[in-house]
């Protein structure tokens, strides 16, 4: 057998049988880490304590906004890295978080009662089309949007605050994110409006 018959046996061996045997997903990166493909529930972890959690509200002077959390949601890497400089492709790709948020505003302080996530604004908000959620180094972005809700039992900002506060909120972009501690951008400063 000759030198170029063995590595056209070597080569099909490595690339054909296994693409014959299970099909193209042999080829298939796992572990990829793109918002499409993996999915997962809102979960915080404080200590020791693991909670799910199960909606968000945010809540103004004129009512609450919410937002239904349970089920699982587009999740991904909070840092990548950015690809934004690439000539050509980088304004296709997108820029990392850090750099989306990098002249975020900070909005407001988010607590933990029962089992959701409430957002008390310092100022009036923005208006904002998208809500993300980072905790650790993940970012969730839940695919419904807030709207508008009425509660059965009406929360008073006291209430609210003597609830567990787990983070912050900032704007930018039209994007609403809530950090919750322990997180990537713990050490971030954001501006105050």
């Given at each position: 057998m000759?030198?170029?018959?063995?590595t056209?046996?070597?080569l099909?061996?490595?690339?054909?049988?296994p693409?014959?045997?299970t099909?193209?997903?042999?080829?298939?990166?796992?572990?990829?880490?793109?918002?499409?493909?993996?999915?997962?529930?809102?979960?915080?972890?404080?200590?020791t304590?693991?909670?799910?959690?199960?909606?968000?509200l945010?809540?103004?002077k004129?009512?609450?906004?919410?937002?239904d959390?349970?089920?699982?949601?587009?999740?991904?890497?909070?840092?990548?890295?950015?690809?934004s400089k690439?000539p050509?492709?980088g304004k296709?790709?997108?820029?990392?978080i850090s750099?989306?948020?990098?002249?975020?505003?900070l909005i407001?302080?988010l607590y933990?009662?029962?089992?959701?996530l409430?957002?008390?604004?310092?100022l009036?908000?923005?208006?904002?089309?998208?809500?993300?959620l980072?905790?650790?180094?993940?970012v969730?972005?839940?695919?419904?949007?807030?709207?508008?809700?009425?509660?059965?039992?009406?929360?008073?900002e006291?209430?609210?605050k003597?609830?567990?506060s787990?983070?912050?909120?900032?704007?930018?972009?039209?994007?609403?994110?809530?950090?919750?501690?322990?997180?990537?951008?713990?050490?971030?400063?954001f501006?105050?409006?």
């Amino acid at each position: 057998m000759d030198r170029r018959s063995f590595t056209k046996s070597i080569l099909f061996g490595t690339v054909a049988i296994p693409t014959l045997i299970t099909g193209p997903a042999a080829f298939a990166n796992k572990n990829r880490d793109d918002f499409e493909r993996q999915t997962a529930r809102v979960i915080l972890t404080l200590l020791t304590l693991t909670i799910v959690v199960t909606s968000f509200l945010i809540f103004t002077k004129r009512g609450y906004m919410g937002m239904d959390l349970t089920g699982e949601h587009p999740v991904g890497p909070a840092e990548k890295l950015d690809s934004s400089k690439i000539p050509l492709l980088g304004k296709l790709l997108s820029q990392s978080i850090s750099k989306q948020f990098a002249n975020a505003n900070l909005i407001g302080t988010l607590y933990l009662i029962g089992s959701t996530l409430v957002l008390l604004p310092l100022l009036v908000l923005a208006t904002f089309s998208t809500l993300w959620l980072t905790h650790r180094n993940q970012v969730i972005k839940p695919e419904k949007r807030l709207r508008k809700i009425k509660l059965k039992t009406e929360l008073t900002e006291a209430q609210i605050k003597a609830g567990r506060s787990v983070g912050r909120a900032v704007l930018a972009n039209g994007i609403l994110l809530a950090i919750m501690t322990p997180s990537i951008f713990d050490t971030v400063e954001f501006k105050s409006k």
